[in-house]
């Protein structure tokens, strides 16, 4: 019994650990732009914070097209146009909703076959800061010979300080962590080895 307990404790410290240096890590928002690219595209969440940001990438010129990746099949079109910051001809030719993910795993493999359709070798990927170093993860995993620019956003989890703002965003980042180690284990050992 001590021995697991030891085990147990032992497993509890490097997780503590490990999310201490994962919150560290964590990137802060862009605050410049990124390099052009062939294309942009959002992984959806932040009541739009990440939508704007992946469109105003796009309608100033720093890509070609703009996938957004989990759109709810419910939510209306003009809803997501109406975020657009330019001219609406511009948002109907080169705007592309992804109605299909679900996840994090989800965004990447729809992500996958938009970027397999045009032939893309260079995108953009907004998401939150907490959430990027996962989204990378996924994405590397489906699309690796594809150049991917980080452009992180703020989620409002994250304060000043670099640490989470309530006991909410604490749980919610840890969450993430966990997440993450579980794609990064798969990373590991991607044919369960």
Request: charged share 20%; proline share 7%.
């Amino acid at each position: 019994m001590g021995r697991l307990f030891s085990f147990l404790l032992l497993i509890a410290l490097l997780w503590a650990g490990g999310f201490g240096f994962y919150i560290h890590k964590l990137p802060e928002p862009a605050r410049q732009d990124p390099g052009p690219a062939e294309a942009v595209v959002v992984f959806t969440g932040s009541h739009g914070v990440r939508v704007a940001a992946g469109m105003s990438l796009l309608d100033r010129g720093l890509a070609r097209r703009l996938l957004i990746s989990g759109v709810n099949p419910a939510t209306p079109l003009e809803e997501i146009a109406r975020l657009w910051p330019g001219d609406r001809a511009d948002f109907d030719c080169c705007v592309d909703l992804g109605l299909e993910a679900r996840t994090t795993v989800g965004n990447a493999a729809e992500l996958r076959d938009w970027v397999a359709s045009h032939g893309f070798k260079s995108l953009i990927l907004v998401t939150a800061e907490y959430h990027m170093p996962r989204a990378l993860l996924e994405t590397a995993s489906q699309i690796p010979a594809v150049a991917v620019q980080p452009y992180p956003v703020s989620s409002g989890l994250v304060g000043p300080q670099g640490l989470p703002v309530s006991l909410a965003d604490w749980r919610r980042l840890a969450s993430e962590y966990s997440k993450y180690l579980a794609v990064y284990a798969r990373t590991l050992f991607p044919d369960g080895q």
